[in-house]
């Protein structure tokens, strides 16, 4: 009965857990699809706005000021061409791209006749042939390193250690427990079964369940301020935090800085 109750507990907290952060994917899910890009594309020698999804190896892209670029593409023809690399590289200020053949091994930052999936036209236009999409591209490359297993969080770590702690403790209670009971001459199978109860009663079968309760509720609060949380435990992470530090404001932020100073009762 006991055991039938803890995996109930056990199931249930892994359920609630699973819930949220399902329920996290498909709200992203929902709010890529309302937005749909499309793109420019030359083909049988007329003009075509297609999705970007629909673009392939091949394509001449018309690109000009305020639009996405659509995979990694080589430019052939363009005029004061500047994108928006701050996604990519973390540079704030616009990168130039002209026409060129570039040396070999040159870093990804000196690439200037490529344009990369994910950045955005400046300013200026240009007719680019594309050459990736997808995981073909750079930053599809970058995702694939992101399907990894993500590094534990701070929380994640400090639960794991102190079920460890929990562990080990109740591993000494119950071999001490029983082995005083058989140097008592108690009878071997009640000192076995007593053992078992007192590792029954010192495992904290509400842990995970409660963890799971208080996580989820702090992402609601979340969702309500329009945040969506992906993942549980990094709202442990996200409300210990006292110091945020970024060593661009491209890549993060929307390249500006803003300063505000707040004090009680008064606006900001």
Not at 7 to 24: N, T, Y
Not at 112 to 119: C, K, R
Not at 208 to 237: C, D, Q, T, Y
């Amino acid at each position: 009965m006991n055991a039938t109750i803890i995996l109930v507990i056990i199931l249930a907290s892994s359920l609630l857990g699973f819930w949220q952060e399902r329920g996290a994917a498909n709200a992203v899910e929902k709010l890529l699809a309302v937005v749909q890009t499309k793109a420019t594309v030359l083909r049988d020698g007329s003009q075509k706005d297609i999705p970007v999804e629909g673009i392939v190896p091949g394509d001449v892209v018309l690109l000009s000021a305020g639009d996405m670029i659509p995979g990694d593409c080589l430019v052939p023809e363009s005029k004061d061409l500047f994108v928006n690399e701050a996604s990519l590289t973390g540079e704030t200020f616009p990168a130039e791209k002209t026409i060129g053949i570039l040396p070999p091994k040159a870093p990804l930052s000196q690439w200037t006749n490529s344009l990369f999936m994910g950045t955005n036209v400046v300013s200026g236009n240009a007719q680019a042939v594309v050459a990736g999409t997808w995981s073909e591209t750079e930053f599809g490359k970058i995702s694939d390193r992101l399907k990894l297993r993500p590094p534990e969080t701070e929380f994640e770590h400090g639960v794991r250690r102190f079920g460890y702690l929990l562990m080990e403790v109740t591993l000494v209670l119950v071999v001490a427990t029983f082995a005083i009971n058989v140097y008592f001459a108690r009878p071997v199978l009640d000192s076995l079964l007593f053992s078992l109860a007192l590792a029954v009663g010192l495992t904290p079968q509400l842990l995970p369940a409660i963890i799971s309760i208080n996580l989820a509720r702090g992402a609601k609060s979340m969702a309500i301020e329009k945040v969506i949380v992906k993942r549980l435990a990094s709202i442990e992470n996200f409300g210990s935090m006292n110091v945020l530090c970024s060593d661009k404001t491209g890549t993060l932020t929307e390249g500006a800085i803003r300063i505000r100073l707040l004090s009680e009762g008064r606006n900001p």
